[in-house]
């Protein structure tokens, strides 16, 4: 069992940066591959990044590429998403997303979530 808690979402203007952290409880955590998905406001949870249990592979959706980074701290239990270059159509609910498998871009399929942070940027 994994629970996952997010912070660090909030209001930024076009073209500044900001993190996202999400927690994780669990003794487990080091197995998963961790995940980051967003949700605009009547749209579908599209998959933004992904990074493997060791750390050592990432990949991102087109979309993000270049301008987000996902990073982990087994130790701390802590996945990151530094996210620079902000665009208004990045404004969306930020979920945490755990699972065994590294190719998580199926949100139907994911293990866990977390329970998700606002990021809106401004024009």
């Known amino acids: 069992q994994v629970q996952l808690v997010e912070s660090g979402g909030g209001l930024v203007q076009a073209g500044g940066s900001l993190g996202l952290s999400c927690v994780a409880s669990?003794?487990?955590?080091?197995?998963?591959?961790m995940g980051w998905f967003r949700q605009a406001p009547g749209k579908e949870r599209d998959f933004v990044a992904a990074?493997?249990?060791?750390?050592?592979?990432?990949y991102y959706a087109d979309s993000v590429k270049g301008r987000f980074t996902i990073s982990r701290d087994n130790v701390k239990k802590t996945v990151y998403l530094q996210m620079n270059s902000l665009k208004p159509e990045d404004t969306a609910v930020y979920y945490c997303?755990?699972?065994?498998?590294?190719?998580?871009?199926?949100?139907?399929?994911?293990?866990?979530w977390g329970q998700g942070t606002q990021v809106t940027v401004s024009s």
């Open positions: 997303a755990a699972d065994p498998s590294f190719l998580m871009r199926d949100p139907t399929k994911i293990d866990y």
């Open positions: 669990g003794r487990t955590f080091s197995r998963y591959a």
């Open positions: 990074i493997s249990w060791s750390g050592g592979s990432t």
